[in-house]
């Protein structure tokens, strides 16, 4: 079986500065104007480039393949027979994760010395190898990890889905105010929103609620069915109670939003506010582990 290729990257900070200013030589004296190092803006660029190239090489020139920016992710059509091969950032595999449907993620970290690598694991010289395994077990098929990720469903079935998190509430962050029911019990809240985070998305904004409120909850890992969500700043009043502001969800649990907001209610996923589904007074919302989990190549 001979799988599409598609390579997801994304603009480096040099490319983005670049077209912002109009040409090298003015984004390199904006940047200089403010006391930072444009030599590691350009350094930066260089290794993620030549990482770049190298993937590409890699794939040699009898594979179907296609590149795509981060920011054409959501409008293009994956299909079954696609290997996503993401080039850069972590933050990368969330981003094209929600748009997947099953196929496999290979994540590729160019520069070590500047990215964490805990998704894009694999040096750019190992991509032949790991997908020459994928399209042939017999010569040993890849280690791959199944990572939940959540979904919010809306009254009318659209879905949303998050590797790391889903954020609810307003889309200025501003008090939000709704109905909450986790299994049989329900109340009437306002806060500046909640948060509903994967095993992935627990060592990140989630991890911080937990720590900065001292909660004793053990989070989830990332192949667990299970989910993590935290109530930011609920507000008592006389009509909005603080009783329900965190909890664990099991695989066949649901947390239940009814939004009571005029206007600007939303739900975003993996801090992409773009991309997000309006959340108005009388919409309400189901968030769960979803059914299809991120196969990330190991």
């Given at each position: 079986m001979s799988l599409r290729a598609v390579v997801v990257t994304r603009k480096t900070n040099l490319e983005v500065?670049?077209?912002?200013?109009?040409t090298l030589g003015q984004a390199r004296f904006y940047v200089e104007c403010r006391g930072q190092d444009f030599a590691e803006i350009e350094a930066s660029h260089a290794v993620l480039k030549r990482g770049l190239a190298e993937v590409?090489?890699?794939?040699?020139?009898?594979?179907?393949?296609?590149?795509?920016?981060r920011s054409e992710v959501d409008r293009f059509l994956f299909g079954p027979d696609d290997v996503v091969v993401v080039v850069g950032q972590d933050g990368l595999v969330a981003n094209v994760?929600?748009?997947l449907?099953?196929?496999?993620?290979?994540?590729?970290?160019?520069?070590?010395?500047?990215i964490a690598g805990v998704l894009c694991r694999h040096a750019p010289a190992e991509v032949p190898l790991l997908l020459g395994r994928l399209e042939d077990p017999r010569k040993g098929a890849p280690a791959i990890e199944r990572r939940t990720m959540a979904v919010a469903v809306r009254d009318d079935g659209q879905r949303l889905l998050a590797l790391n998190e889903l954020y609810v509430g307003h889309k200025s962050h501003q008090s939000a105010l709704y109905r909450l029911t986790v299994g049989n019990h329900s109340e009437r809240q306002s806060?500046?929103?909640?948060?509903s985070a994967t095993g992935t998305g627990s060592t990140g904004w989630a991890l911080s609620i937990a720590r900065q409120r001292a909660l004793d909850l053990p989070l989830p890992g990332p192949e667990a069915a299970a989910l993590a969500w935290f109530v930011r700043e609920p507000f008592p009043s006389q009509r909005t109670g603080t009783g329900l502001d965190h909890g664990l969800l099991g695989e066949s649990e649901a947390l239940e939003i009814v939004s009571e907001m005029a206007e600007d209610g939303v739900v975003?996923?993996?801090?992409?506010?773009?991309?997000?589904?309006?959340?108005?007074a009388g919409r309400s919302l189901r968030i769960h582990a979803a059914e299809t989990p991120l196969s990330l190549l190991v």
């Open positions: 500065l670049v077209e912002r200013h109009g590409l090489r890699s794939l040699g020139p009898d594979r179907r393949r296609t590149e795509v920016d994760s929600k748009y449907d099953g196929q496999p993620v290979l994540g590729v970290n160019p520069d070590p010395s500047r806060s500046s929103g909640l948060i975003f996923a993996d801090g992409i506010e773009a991309d997000a589904l309006e959340l108005s």
